[in-house]
């Protein structure tokens, strides 16, 4: 099944190629330090640190959008023109199917990583830039992941991106809702409880994005190695959530 998978992947990663993805995030890097450069000229102070931040959020942005929206697209594609069904009438199994997408799309994702945190080199040091580029993979690894999900629960392109987009802002954002949850200031009502409790149920089934890829790392050398270690185990932990969830709903489905 390994090998079969691995051959999927590879499908996989040079259709990605094909659609000239490489060419487009190379676009949105000139895009990006042109932007950002401008914009950091209209800063009174710390114009090379406004640049960088405006640059790092760009790149990091883009990087996810166009990630879920190539694997939502390509499996919505390949549902329609009834590729799916023609890859399982061969001898191979729906595990083997998915993980070759996942890998594929794994692969695909460090395309992105590896030129974005490259720039990024040359804008602060290499070993914040590296931290920042392994983030940045681990990151788009759990968004590919659960865009898969997104697809073989919805099948259809506007409402499994609707999804991703919800999953990545309320992931992005989850530590900022239990904070203001839990506000001190917040009157102590009932509905104030409960949606405080509603909060930090949420926040027990994402992953803490907000952790990952951080801006200031970049800006002020506040990375170090140790701060990596419990995003790549949340990683983990969220991509086998992730992918046995994803397992599951095809499995059930009748194709």
Do not use: H
């Amino acid at each position: 099944m390994l090998r079969q998978a691995s051959t999927i992947a590879y499908y996989t990663l040079l259709e990605a190629l094909r659609n000239r993805l490489i060419w487009l995030f190379g676009l949105i890097m000139v895009v990006g330090v042109g932007v950002s450069a401008f914009l950091s000229e209209l800063a009174i102070m710390e114009s090379g640190q406004i640049q960088v931040a405006l640059l790092a959020v760009l790149l990091r942005i883009s990087a996810v959008f166009l990630i879920a929206t190539f694997v939502v697209t390509s499996l919505v594609r390949e549902f329609n023109d009834k590729g799916l069904e023609l890859v399982l009438a061969l001898p191979l199994p729906r595990a083997g199917y998915a993980l070759g997408k996942l890998f594929g799309f794994a692969a695909l994702s460090l395309v992105p990583a590896l030129l974005f945190g490259g720039l990024m080199a040359f804008f602060t040091s290499l070993l914040q830039a590296g931290l920042w580029t392994i983030s940045l993979l681990a990151e788009l690894w759990i968004v590919a992941a659960f865009s898969l999900l997104c697809v073989l629960t919805f099948s259809q392109v506007m409402a499994a991106l609707s999804a991703v987009i919800t999953f990545y802002l309320l992931a992005r954002s989850v530590t900022a809702l239990e904070l203001i949850g839990n506000s001190p200031f917040a009157p102590g009502t009932l509905s104030q409880k409960v949606i405080s409790i509603v909060i930090e149920a949420i926040g027990l089934f994402l992953p803490r994005l907000d952790q990952f890829t951080r801006t200031e790392w970049l800006v002020y050398d506040a990375g170090n190695w140790s701060g990596l270690v419990p995003l790549l185990i949340q990683t983990g932990i969220f991509l086998a959530l992730i992918t046995s969830a994803a397992m599951f709903d095809f499995y059930r489905k009748n194709q």
